[in-house]
């Protein structure tokens, strides 16, 4: 909640209190009527229209009512009804606020969109939309970036998900980032990681990665994966939302590994378009260190992480609740790996091909599948259901952190001091050498 969206709700329950409980006349509210006005047509100027306050945005009118009409007792019951109502939707649907990254870079953030000429999907050629984040030294004056950087559309598609009216998320696109569009980047060369979002989602929801790594001084392409993010928007403006066909809920096998073949294809088209960046992009040109790259991927799209890395070399791969079922796996990944699993997909039969995978998993005790995205932001009532929660974000971006320095920047890996850290909150099924990895 900023402040404006604080003083509105303050001075409307104030004024109310006043009025209904303490039966104040209108010559002694003049100076709180037009107080709450101000502040009323302050919090639309400086914070914009919120749906959650809509009933706050009218009790003006009703407090003009209150003491023109002789119905005093209705519009007692009325202003306290919309003062509760409204503060139970901010409560409920709140504006929230980003945790600021831990780096000593600035962040900045830029946007392009990937045309792989040699895939025709849906009859037209495969367009990928990406969002890079990568380390600056100054912010240039600029105001941060949206989280929803693509506006309305996003929150009203991922709205569907959850099978709410539209406009219930409309307040998310109020949210600001840590991050800054378009500014200059630090002189070097750093590392790379390819973020790769589940089915059904889209890049912002792992945010706290890309900021995370890039203040810390790593170049993080996301990209959405057309007809299977909840929402993309194509160069030509035309606004994808998610094609529920790619997985049909009847016989989920039968057609999941084609979407994860998609997402694997998607990831090949972002890295091959990796040294044109580093040739041409006017801010991350002679930026990108090529020989450094490590995938980091939630449910499908870590799944497609690990189809690639079989195949295909990468440093490093990192796995949140990666859905690995849906493939044929015959062999272990060959490069250096980190996988976590949330305790409600501990007994799921992704597990035996999990095993083939990888040997090493760190298990999050109480953990849901979406633990490892942002969506816990939208709502607290989802950790009253038991649908997600943010107790091991802090876990999760340490040892992402700690496993990449590693192997992108040659760090000594002390995951045993994590391990001893965080022991009340994972299960570790660390069973291969620490010195192995």
């Not at 709700?9 to 009527?33: A, H, K, P, Q």
């Not at 009409?69 to 009804?81: G, Q, R, T, Y």
């Not at 949210?175 to 590392?191: L, N």
């Not at 259901?385 to 002390?414: A, P, W």
Request: aromatic share 10%; charged share 20%; proline share 3%.
């Amino acid at each position: 909640m900023s402040l404006f969206d604080f003083l509105l709700w303050t001075i409307m329950g104030v004024i109310s209190l006043r009025m209904v409980f303490l039966n104040r006349e209108i010559e002694g509210m003049i100076g709180w009527l037009m107080f709450g006005v101000i502040i009323l047509s302050l919090q639309l100027l400086y914070d914009g229209y919120k749906w959650q306050s809509a009933l706050l945005y009218l009790m003006p009118i009703m407090w003009l009512l209150f003491y023109k009409l002789n119905l005093k007792s209705m519009f007692k019951i009325v202003l306290v009804s919309f003062f509760f109502i409204s503060s139970a939707l901010l409560v409920v649907f709140p504006t929230p606020v980003l945790d600021e990254p831990t780096g000593h870079y600035i962040v900045g953030t830029t946007r392009l969109s990937v045309m792989d000429n040699s895939r025709i999907l849906y009859d037209e050629v495969r367009e990928l939309p990406v969002q890079i984040w990568y380390p600056s030294d100054s912010n240039e004056d600029k105001s941060p970036a949206r989280w929803m950087i693509d506006g309305k559309e996003t929150t009203r598609a991922f709205a569907s998900q959850f099978h709410l009216l539209p406009f219930m998320m409309d307040q998310l696109n109020h949210v600001k980032t840590h991050s800054y569009e378009d500014i200059v980047m630090t002189e070097g060369e750093f590392p790379i990681v390819v973020l790769s979002h589940g089915w059904s989602s889209f890049r912002n929801l792992h945010l706290n990665f890309a900021e995370l790594l890039a203040s810390n001084g790593y170049v993080v392409i996301a990209l959405d994966h057309t007809y299977g993010a909840a929402m993309t928007r194509l160069q030509d403006g035309r606004v994808i939302t998610i094609d529920n066909s790619l997985i049909d809920n009847d016989d989920v096998l039968k057609y999941a590994d084609e979407l994860i073949e998609a997402y694997r294809d998607d990831i090949a088209s972002v890295i091959n378009e990796i040294s044109n960046l580093n040739q041409t992009h006017p801010i991350l040109k002679n930026h990108l260190e090529e020989d450094k790259l490590a995938l980091l991927g939630h449910s499908t799209g870590a799944g497609a992480c690990v189809l690639y890395a079989l195949d295909n070399d990468v440093d490093a791969i990192i796995g949140l609740d990666a859905w690995v079922e849906p493939i044929e796996i015959d062999k272990s990944l060959k490069v250096p790996n980190l996988f976590f699993r949330s305790e409600e997909w501990s007994e799921s039969t992704n597990n035996q091909n999990l095993s083939i995978v990888t040997e090493s998993i760190y298990e999050i005790k109480n953990g849901n599948h979406q633990d490892f995205t942002l969506v816990y932001m939208f709502s607290p009532v989802l950790e009253l259901i038991g649908y997600t929660s943010d107790d091991s974000k802090k876990m999760q971006e340490d040892y992402v952190l700690e496993f990449l320095d590693h192997c992108l920047k040659g760090r000594t890996l002390n995951l045993n001091r994590l391990d001893e850290k965080y022991k009340d909150e994972t299960s570790i099924k660390r069973t291969i050498p620490e010195a192995s990895k």
